[in-house]
């Protein structure tokens, strides 16, 4: 009895400490077994209490009258598979007649408290099936991504969102993208990570750094053109504006549009070309669009002129040609000047950092969903890459990258640098490199907390 008692002990102190340092490893060693048997014990009378029953059939009903017996009870919606992940359990369920989505979404709070878990998310699948996210521990916290995560062209994982799910930058889908964030956000962090996501990728990356180049010129190996001041980026717009043309005039040579040619290989974009035929797709990354905007004198007021210009044309006619935009910014606002709320009217993807003032926020948000503007003002300092993430279907995620250094972000490029594309219309703008590409210098422990 001594022994199991000192057994019994030791397991829980185990468990203790493994839930204090490591909530993941006390999730995957206890606190999933325990979690699948609280839902499953509880869920019939939470989800009574959380108003997520339905009324018996009316033929139920009258089957128990007639029989005399109890009359049934109401019935929740049915359990169809319930399944554990790394950091939470997931929960798909068949709806009753007369339920809705909304319901379950409204009801998450209570949820959340009712099966003692972190937090609860919710989405459908299909008519009649939602899929219930829930999350045993605050996974944001100490952001440690999956070993592996699904990768397929121009789709790249940056991000954990607080379900627990990857958070993917998908370039075919979302094809441009508004990333903000006040100083010492984790915005250069976020942009690291997209870095290392595109580097083993065929893509050729383009980077525009007017603060003298000092976030992006680090990982000039991997990169096929960089500006460092609004006069070269207004030289290197131009060049890409180019090049999308040209794109254009190649694409219409090969579509081929014939009777005897089938629908789907008819070309519409580089995507449809084939493969000897398709130009290498180019991510386009303004690291502080602001700098872009603004001047001072009529000469650089022609000059914001002709870049905001640029950056307008490559939003609305770049996805076919393979051009994305990546736009970074600490403050984005009307006051930045004329064809800024077109330039943001193209940015379907919405990435907001701690921002120091509404107005970004709204930039943001406003037009794509109304709620993430109060999550997005509402991050406190001190969770430096915690981040609101949205597109233009209306639904929003908190997500957190991971801690990625400078020190990581330029080992990977120079380990990738063999796959940097030249680019002949771009080569006036190749940053100029020195030493081998494949020096590596031993990474510093990271930090666990993003910053």
Known sequence: MTAFTVALVLVVAAAGLLRWRRPAWYWLAFGVTLAALRVLVRYRSVMDAC???????????????????????????????????????????????GQDVFDIAAASDRLRHSFSMFGVTSREVRSGVVEVRMTGYDVLKRVQMPAETETRAMRVPVALREDGSVHYRDYRAIPHALTLGATESGKSVYQRNLVAGLAPLNVALVGIDCK???????????????????????????????????????IRTQQRITVDVPDAEIAADIWDLPDEFRPTPVVVLVDEVAELALYATKEEERRRDR?????????????????????????FGSELGKGITMLRAQLTGRTAHRLNDETSANMAFGDIAPDAVLAAIQIPAELRGLAIAGDASGGWHRIRAPHTSLRQAVNLCNRYADRTPDLPELAPFRPATTGTATELVPSAKASPASA
């Open 212 to 250: 003298q180049g000092v976030e992006l010129f680090p990982l000039a190996r991997r990169f096929s053109a960089l500006a460092d001041s609004p006069d070269t980026a207004a030289e290197l717009l131009d060049a890409l504006v180019a090049r999308m043309a040209d794109v254009y005039r190649l």
């Open 307 to 331: 870049i905001i210009t640029a950056l307008v044309r490559l939003a609305q006619l770049g996805r076919a040609a393979g051009i994305y935009l990546e736009i970074c910014g600490q403050r």
């Open 51 to 97: 108003g997520l029953t339905v009324p018996p059939a009316r033929w139920r009903l009258a089957l128990a009258r007639a029989t005399n017996q109890p009359i049934p009870e109401p019935r929740p919606p049915r359990i169809r598979r319930l399944r554990p992940t790394r950091t939470g359990l997931v929960l798909r369920l068949k709806l009753r007649p």
